[in-house]
């Protein structure tokens, strides 16, 4: 059995709740917990559902994109991404203030992090990674026991009398930190005393530290963030992270604290300036798309779940707070489903009254998928996506980017079909840019002037060797959308491909099918083949999109 987290609290389920919303909800706990894999009898023994719910659960979730089924296998798929974006797009806090953390992590080359409360926890909202080997590093959406970390105490400065008790309850209860699979096992156990004077300590200092609470080596440096418009409440709290073979504790408090003040002097600048945020736009038309994909699929789509997580995406950037009516009309369900929705969030933590008659999304919304996903990488990305292309064209799809020379391209992902014939090519494999479709797309993105081509060596009798008919070409290539090269690499293989793009419309990579000549013309390769390497390429950058709104998403 699992250990008892803070979700499964003994509360009744009120009435009006939608069981199958909790129990998704359940089944995505699960899989975040796991690390993003999980089989579906892993998920029936560690949620308890039949495995009949299991599987309907994990086809609805699939069906909205935010699991892949892979075999038996459920696995994390970056759209589920959306629910904790919707979390940190409506808290505001990593749009104002992330770039900030990173030029800190940039200027003292040790990590940066800012995490907010989260009950008797701490949440991290935005990472600034520089780890280096030997410690653990935290990911956005991961939580840690307050009293384990450098923020606990400062954020413990403004608990509650009640909030005091029920941490005094989960020490009791929770003696060895189960409750909180990203830190490991509490080893010694240390007086709850000890957390309360360091937080009487935090007040009167303004600052914490973490002198290896979490593990030996790691310590951290810690100054909250305060904002001014909440009457001065801490919004979140910034830290530094560093290892005792590059600083003490003590060192680090007399060497970075004083950089990290002035930093957070500058954030809590920027929250006082801000301008009120504009409501975002919300996804139209998810009613009627539930809908759809119960005529299709049947027993097999639970829309009631579907329904319940589409009431999630509906908070965003200057729709941090919204009411029923708010609810409903975002999401076009009715009032009474909206309504059961949130009451079924109230009762999971997820969800919380604010003001008079709003609700707003809680940091918990971050354990649904988003640790997992949040160090994806593009290849990882693309490839779910080109294997499904290459099942469907019978040829090898792949990833490609340019190198830092801007002469090669490399692979990154790739999906070979099982043909004899097939293209000979590997991850890692570098080609010249200017004879290949991958690096032709690469290069029609780049201004003229900024296009390393070097030297334009024929390869085969066909091969472009003339810059002013390269350029051309290029120019040609990025006004259709498509390259296609014709046994200008080798002889007999035909290559067509097109950009990957990231949120800001700039081509990070390019997708490619690849095959021999002799199986399909130039025209029948433009007809049949690259509609569905378009189709593919805007699934990836769609995926790319959710991915990297908040989270930093390598592509290579
Ligand atoms: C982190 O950002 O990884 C971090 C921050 C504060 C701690 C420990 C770790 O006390």
Avoid at 248 to 256: E, H, K, P, S, V
Wanted: charged share 25%; with cysteine; aromatic share 4%.
């Amino acid at each position: 059995m699992p250990a008892k987290t803070t979700l499964d609290d003994d509360r009744a389920v009120p009435a009006e709740a939608v069981t199958p919303l909790i129990r998704g909800v359940a089944v995505l706990r699960r899989l975040t917990e796991a690390g993003g894999t999980v089989s579906a009898s892993g998920l029936e023994r560690s949620t308890g559902l039949a495995r009949s719910t299991v599987d309907r659960i994990a086809s609805t979730l699939a069906r909205m994109g935010y699991v892949r089924l892979d075999g038996r296998d459920v696995v994390l798929a970056p759209r589920v991404m959306e629910l904790g974006n919707a979390y940190l797009a409506s808290l505001g806090l990593p749009a104002l203030l992330a770039s900030h953390a990173d030029a800190l992590a940039d200027e003292l080359d040790e990590s940066v992090s800012l995490a907010v409360a989260d009950r008797d926890g701490i949440r991290f909202i935005h990472q600034a990674t520089r780890r280096r080997a030997m410690s653990l590093s935290f990911r956005i959406g991961d939580l840690l026991p307050a009293e384990r970390t450098a923020p606990g105490p400062l954020f413990a400065t403004e608990w509650t009398d009640a909030q005091w008790r029920a941490w005094h309850e989960r020490r009791a209860a929770d003696p060895e930190d189960r409750g909180f699979p990203a830190v490991p096992p509490r080893e010694h156990t240390s007086p709850d005393e000890d957390f309360e004077r360091r937080a009487q300590r935090a007040r009167k200092d303004g600052w914490a530290l973490d002198d290896q609470l979490i593990e030996p080596g790691l310590v951290a440096v810690s100054v909250p963030v305060r904002d001014p418009r909440a009457g001065g409440r801490i919004a979140c709290v910034a830290s530094v992270v560093s290892h005792t073979s590059r600083h003490t504790a003590a060192n680090l408090r007399d060497t970075l604290l004083p950089r990290l003040r002035t930093a957070v002097a500058e954030m809590e600048r920027v929250l006082r300036e801000a301008p009120e945020p504009q409501p975002g736009r919300v996804p139209a038309g998810l009613a009627t798309w539930t809908g759809a994909s119960k005529q299709e699929l049947g027993r097999e789509f639970v829309e009631s779940l579907a329904r319940g997580l589409t009431v999630l995406t509906a908070f965003g950037a200057g729709r941090a707070e919204l009411t029923l009516t708010d609810v409903a009309r975002a999401t076009g369900l009715s009032r009474a489903t909206a309504r059961r929705a949130l009451i079924t969030y109230d009762h999971l933590g997820l969800v919380r009254q604010s003001g008079t008659r709003g609700f707003a999304l809680t940091p918990r919304v971050l354990s649904l998928g988003f640790p997992p996903l949040s160090r994806t990488t593009l290849a990882q990305i693309a490839t779910p996506h080109l294997a499904e292309l290459a099942g469907r064209v019978h040829e090898s799809a792949s990833l490609a980017v340019l190198t830092p020379s801007g002469e090669e391209i490399q692979y990154t992902a790739r999906a070979a079909t099982s043909r004899v014939m097939s293209v000979n090519v590997t991850v890692g494999t570098r080609l010249p840019a200017y004879a290949t479709s991958l690096g032709r797309v690469l290069l029609a993105d780049l201004p003229e002037d900024g296009r390393q081509l070097g030297e334009l060596r024929p390869l085969t009798s066909r091969t472009t060797t003339d810059p002013a008919t390269l350029a051309a070409e290029l120019e040609e290539i990025r006004a259709r959308g498509y390259a296609l090269v014709d046994e200008e690499l080798e002889e007999g293989l035909r290559s067509i491909a097109v950009p990957v793009r990231d949120r800001a419309g700039r081509v990070v990579a390019a997708a490619n099918v690849a095959m021999h000549a002799a199986r399909r013309s130039v025209r029948e390769c433009v007809r049949d083949v690259l509609p569905e390497l378009t189709a593919t390429a805007e699934r990836i950058t769609a995926d790319l999109g959710v991915a990297g709104r908040f989270a930093r998403v390598s592509v290579v």
